[in-house]
Structure formats: structure tokens, C-alpha cells
């Protein structure tokens, strides 16, 4: 290891120091968070569910009209389980590099280039009637794409242990936002012709029935772009500056700590220790098994009832899809600072990832029901239990990234240790989609265990996701 790269005990002495214990030197009122910044950040973080979620609620009615499937509705979930899993393939492929950039480049130019891809992508998923030309724009959209990992650096650099907690609660409850508006969007706008045929008349709309959402997400990406490009300011902290520091944002001021200064990015092959790898194994777990809900709710929801789903329509997809959104909202800005705070980070995770269980266990409950008795108020229950329950499990994404966070050997490094985990994220990403919608199409065309069998699989990935949790340190910046 070069002598640019800090010694193990620098390593946890910086952790400890500067990315998290700074709160308990004698700091114990919380520091207010630079609201405008952190605003922007925000603003930047509803592009990529919005985008991506939009697609939802009529992506298996898209994949039907290509008639890829040769009539057959079973064979709808390999495709858009397909289509669905490229952004996160071909995000794995970069996002890492795209991070390690932004440790010495800066965060804003590669924030930037994402946003562009993005907007660039959108429209050309809008105007593709071909499945080639699907997965071309998907593919743009995760090659181009690393701004997650950087968003979270970021989120990183304008927090301290005083208000990480409220900072990262924030991250969850932006993506929650816009995985409300992303599938209103999808489900309420596409074929406009048919809906709004004296606004949207004309060939080309019979044509691209799905070009307006797209076009819509594509518009709201050039908004952040701009946004960005003119009022986020860039937070990486510069190497050769004065020892301590502060930057003016949004009236308060950011102090970059003392050791945070001079040191470098460290190499890869120093992130793969313990105190590294085991949040980074945890995000990839919960990634996981979340990314297979998320897949499945859409199809499950537009199945037929017979075949093992509910038949819902893609507005009303969009919409119940929306309320998860609006649920997380309120849940997370209200209870999730002071449920770590009360309980601690650890606590406050195990629990919430043990969420997943009753979720799986809920599909084929619901499906059962209505079989038995139709659409009917129950039916409606264990929807809405399902969804308060989503909201909880969405809560162990705000604590794993506090792990993750306090892990990164420097702040200059933040992005290298957020890269690699979220590189973790996409790869498990990539093929969570098209394996859980495969496994539910097989386990349906097969009748595996009653055509159950894909939620007894995950049932049993969950359990073995708890285990994983008891590996985690006591608290953040601690030793597992």
C-alpha cells in the first residue's frame, strides 16, 4: 500500500473523527442542515424513480402490443423483467469508475452527465415500438448513470453525526416522491390519444402512445439539469487548501474537517475489509429482495386474478403504486429520526428489514382472497397493509447508508465506498427484476406450489437476510 493510502488506524481514527463522532466531542445540539443545498440534492434524487418507475404500470401492457410473446400472457414477465433489469447491468458496468470520478473531479460534473443520459434516454424509450430499441435506451440510461452513489457522497459531505440521521432520512423520502409521481405519470399518461383525444390528436400519438410520459421525465431531468448547473455548489473537499475551511450554503456554514483535507481517495483494494464489506453485504441484500418487490407489485397487480394476480388496470397501478409514495412520505419524515435516535441505527434496521417477510407472505394471502371472494374489502386490507409495511422496509435504506457512510476511510473516499456498494446494488438490480418476474411466470405456467412457489423463494431470502443484519457493528463507525 502506498504511503498516500492511510494506515488501518488512520482509517478508523478518520472514520471516527470525521465522519461521525464529531457529535459526541462535545457537540450535542444538532446542526442545522444547509437547506438549499440539500434541497437541490433532493431535487436531483426524484429523477431517477421518476424516470425509471414510469414505466411500471404499463410496461407489461408495452411488452403485449410489441407481440414478443406470441400471444401468450404468461410469457409477459420474462420481457419486461428484461427490459426492467438493463439500467441496472449496465449501471454495475460503470458506476464504480463514475464515483471513483467524482472523488477527483467533483461531484457536480459527473451529477451532470447523469442528468443529460438520462433526459437523452427517456425520450428515446418513448419513441421506440421495437424491443431492440427498448433496450438500447435502458442501456444509455445505466451507462450514463452514476449519480446515485454520487447523490449519496454528497448527502455525506453536507452532514455531520448530529444530523445524519435527519439528512439520510431525507434520501429514502425524495425517491419515495418520486416513486409516487413516476408511476401517476406512466399510468395517467399513456395513450393520451385515447384519454385526451381533444389535447392529443393526430397520428403520432397513435403511434407512440408512450412517448408523453417519457417525454414528461425526460422534461423534469432538463429542469434538474439546470438547476444544478447553476446553484448546487460542488462539496468534494479540494486537497491542496487551508487545514480547516468553510463554505457559505444557503446562509449556514459547511466545515470540512481538519483530517479530511489532505488526504487522498485510498485504493480499491483497501475498501475490502470488514468494516467495508459487511454494510456493503447488507445493501446488497435488502437491494435484493426490494428490487423483486418492485418488479412483481406491477405484474402481480396486472395478472389476471385466475393466473395469479389481480387484474388491476395501469391507472389504477399508477395510483395504488402512488400511495406507497405518498405513505413514506409522511411515515418517514415524522418517525424516522426519532426512531434512531430512541432505538439506534442497528435496532432500527434489523427490524425494518424483517418487514420483508409479511410482504412476500401477502402476495399469494391477497391472490387467494380474490379468488375466493373477488375485489372486495379485504382485498383492499392486506394491500394496505402491505403498503404501511413497504414504508418500514424502506426505512433500512436511510440506516444501511449511515454504515456505509461512517465506513468510508476519508471523506475523499466517500465516493469510491459509495460507488463500490452501489455497484453491489446494481449488479443484485440487474438480475432481481427478470429473475423474480421469470420465477413468477415459470411458477405460474408450471403451477409450482399452486403457482406460489416465487414468494416461498423470497420468503426464504428474507430470513436469510436477517441473518446478515446480526453482523453489523453495534453502531455506526464501530468495529463489527
Not at 120 to 141: A, D, K, Q, V, Y
Not at 176 to 188: E, F, Y
Not at 221 to 247: A, G, V
Not at 391 to 412: S, Y
Request: with cysteine; glycine share 8%.
Amino acid at each position: 500500500m502506498s504511503s498516500a493510502v492511510p494506515s488501518d488506524s488512520d482509517i478508523v481514527a478518520n472514520e471516527r473523527t470525521a465522519l461521525l463522532d464529531a457529535g459526541q466531542q462535545g457537540q450535542k445540539k444538532a446542526s442545522p442542515l444547509p437547506k438549499l443545498q440539500i434541497g437541490i440534492l433532493l431535487l436531483t434524487l426524484l429523477v431517477e424513480p421518476i424516470a425509471s418507475q414510469s414505466i411500471y404500470p404499463y410496461i407489461n401492457q408495452l411488452v403485449s402490443e410489441l407481440d414478443i410473446t406470441g400471444g401468450d400472457e404468461r410469457k409477459v414477465g420474462y420481457y419486461a423483467g428484461l427490459i426492467e433489469s438493463l439500467f441496472f447491468a449496465t449501471q454495475a458496468l460503470t458506476i464504480l469508475q463514475w464515483s471513483r470520478t467524482s472523488d477527483r473531479v467533483g461531484r457536480k460534473p459527473v451529477l451532470l452527465l447523469g442528468i443529460f443520459g438520462l433526459s437523452l434516454s427517456m425520450l428515446c424509450f418513448g419513441l421506440s415500438r421495437t424491443l431492440p430499441g427498448l433496450i438500447l435506451s435502458r442501456c444509455i440510461t445505466g451507462a450514463l448513470n452514476g449519480n446515485i452513489g454520487v447523490m449519496k457522497s454528497m448527502m455525506g459531505e453536507l452532514t455531520d453525526s448530529t444530523n445524519m440521521a435527519q439528512g439520510f432520512a431525507l434520501m429514502p423520502l425524495a425517491f419515495s416522491l418520486g416513486a409516487t409521481i413516476g408511476p401517476m405519470i406512466g399510468g395517467a399518461l399513456e395513450h393520451p390519444q385515447q384519454r385526451f383525444p381533444n389535447i392529443f390528436p393526430g397520428a403520432f400519438w397513435s403511434e407512440f402512445p408512450y412517448f408523453l410520459p417519457s417525454a414528461i421525465a425526460a422534461a423534469f431531468s432538463i429542469t434538474c439539469f439546470l438547476t444544478i448547473l447553476f446553484f448546487l455548489k460542488e462539496t468534494l473537499p479540494r486537497q491542496q487548501t487551508q487545514e480547516k475551511s468553510e463554505s457559505a450554503l444557503d446562509g449556514e456554514a459547511l466545515t470540512v474537517p481538519q483530517n479530511a483535507i489532505g488526504d487522498s481517495p485510498v485504493s480499491i483494494r483497501s475498501l475490502f475489509v470488514p468494516s467495508v464489506l459487511i454494510p456493503v453485504a447488507n445493501y446488497g441484500c435488502i437491494a435484493t429482495l426490494e428490487i423483486a418487490m418492485f418488479a412483481l407489485q406491477p405484474l402481480f397487480y396486472s395478472t389476471p386474478i385466475e393466473l395469479g394476480g389481480l387484474g388491476f388496470d395501469p391507472i389504477t397501478i399508477g395510483l395504488w403504486m402512488g400511495a406507497f409514495g405518498i405513505a413514506n412520505c409522511t411515515l418517514q419524515t415524522t418517525i424516522f429520526a426519532p426512531l434512531v435516535n430512541r432505538f439506534g441505527v442497528r435496532t432500527v434496521f434489523r427490524v425494518c428489514a424483517g418487514a420483508f417477510i409479511p410482504i412476500f407472505a401477502l402476495f399469494p394471502i391477497t391472490n387467494i382472497i380474490a379468488r375466493q371472494y373477488g375485489i372486495n374489502w379485504l382485498v383492499w386490507f392486506l394491500l394496505t397493509c402491505s403498503l404501511l409495511l413497504s414504508v418500514f422496509m424502506d426505512m433500512t435504506f436511510g440506516c444501511i447508508l449511515m454504515f456505509i457512510t461512517a465506513a468510508a476511510p476519508n471523506k475523499r473516499s466517500l465516493g469510491a465506498t459509495n460507488g463500490l456498494a452501489q455497484m453491489t446494488a446494481s449488479i443484485v438490480r440487474a438480475f432481481g427484476p427478470a429473475t423474480s418476474t421469470s420465477m413468477f411466470a415459470y411458477s405460474v405456467q408450471h403451477k409450482l406450489m399452486g403457482g406460489y412457489a416465487v414468494y416461498v423463494v423470497l420468503v426464504a431470502m428474507s430470513v436469510f437476510a436477517m441473518k446478515i443484519t446480526a453482523k453489523l457493528p453495534t453502531s455506526p463507525g464501530r468495529k463489527a
